[in-house]
């Protein structure tokens, strides 16, 4: 019973990791990144769809994306959500693909954009410990099961493994946003 609750409590200990991970990757940098543009949507085909649903994106060169629209009709459609998109990026058209050149981080944008990071990090650290309350209540009831109760020594070295997870997760969330941090700070 505890080694399931364990397993379930680090499983979603490592889905939070790896969502605020995520959320680092949508955060602009100096560098052009694909990641950038997941959340642009493209009016198309009488509905609303992900940019990499019409076009295939790349990175030619370190501070540009290049898309290429899989049909050419959406290339007036692909430019209007990319400019509607809260990116700032200026779309340039050449009848074929797109190019968005990604212009430097001047430093107070760099500051704010680690505000950015620091806020998604945070968010990151409080989903690990809403899951440790969750697992500590989850320990208490099985404590308390009349079928199979746990007895108090149990509960405290499953309550002290579950601290350990805790702690790793939340230091790979801070080494993520170390490097993350660091990547914002390159010029």
Request: glycine share 2%; no cysteine; aromatic share 2%.
């Amino acid at each position: 019973m505890v080694p399931e609750i364990l397993k379930e409590s680090e499983e979603k200990m490592k889905k939070a990791v790896d969502a605020a991970r995520h959320e680092f990757t949508l955060i602009r940098t100096g560098r052009a990144n694909p990641a950038m543009l997941e959340h642009v949507k493209v009016d198309a085909y009488g509905s609303s769809l992900p940019l990499n649903q019409v076009a295939a994106i790349t990175v030619p060169e370190p501070r540009q994306l290049l898309l290429t629209p899989f049909d050419r009709n959406t290339l007036a459609a692909i430019e209007k959500g990319i400019q509607k998109s809260d990116l700032n990026l200026t779309p340039n058209s050449d009848g074929q693909s797109i190019r968005i050149n990604i212009p430097p981080l001047n430093e107070e944008r760099r500051k704010e954009l680690i505000k950015q990071v620091h806020q998604k990090a945070e968010h990151g650290r409080v989903s690990v410990r809403t899951v440790r309350q969750e697992t500590l209540k989850r320990l208490q009831a099985a404590r308390k099961d009349k079928e199979s109760p746990l007895s108090e020594n149990e509960e405290k070295r499953a309550q002290e493994q579950v601290q350990k997870l805790v702690d790793r997760y939340i230091v790979e969330i801070d080494q993520s946003t170390k490097a993350k941090e660091a990547e914002m700070l390159e010029v």
